[in-house]
């Protein structure tokens, strides 16, 4: 506290970092699906990392350890403001892609099957005082494809507090 904020009794305020949404997804996730569909994506030509909840890491150029360097990834994405960008794919899936080679899927089915769950969700996918700005210049409204975005970047969210690297792909060692 500083001699002013004895003077004046305020509290210092203590800021939440890195920010972490309330919303933690706790739908089932198919890992191999991830993996598959990360494959197709990349069209087998990178190497690839996927989380426990998801979140897929990729290398533009080799590494030597895939794990600790999807961690390092994870990590920058997480202590950095985690900016994304949705994509929508030829098969109607969501690739939320993060500011590092990363991001997530959200399944076509899965948004269909889960729908009023994002949908009843998705602000609690908000970090404290955080501010999302739409394409239409709108603060912290979104339109469908900007609650999808929510869903799947809450499950980076909840990777990046715990990492685990749970499956792996060598473009090389096929």
């Not at 739908?27 to 197709?40: G, V």
Request: aromatic share 12%.
């Amino acid at each position: 506290m500083g001699i002013f904020d004895k003077l004046f009794n305020k509290k210092k305020e203590v800021i939440d970092f890195p920010p972490k949404p309330k919303w933690k997804p706790n739908l089932p996730i198919d890992l191999n699906q991830i993996l598959e569909k990360a494959k197709y994506y990349t069209r087998e030509k990178l190497q690839i990392a996927v989380f426990e909840f998801g979140t897929i890491v990729i290398f533009p150029e080799r590494v030597s350890d895939i794990n600790s360097s999807a961690l390092k990834t994870l990590d920058l994405i997480y202590n950095a403001h985690p900016d994304f960008n949705p994509r929508k794919m030829d098969d109607g899936n969501y690739l939320i892609e993060y500011s590092q080679p990363a991001f997530t899927i959200v399944f076509k089915e899965e948004i269909e099957k889960y729908w009023n769950y994002i949908e009843e969700n998705h602000l609690d996918g908000i970090c404290t005082d955080e501010v999302l700005i739409n394409s239409n210049g709108e603060h912290n409204v979104f339109n469908e494809i900007g609650k999808i975005c929510l869903f799947g970047r809450s499950k980076m969210f909840i990777d990046a507090q715990n990492p685990k690297v749970v499956l792996t792909f060598d473009n090389i060692k096929k």
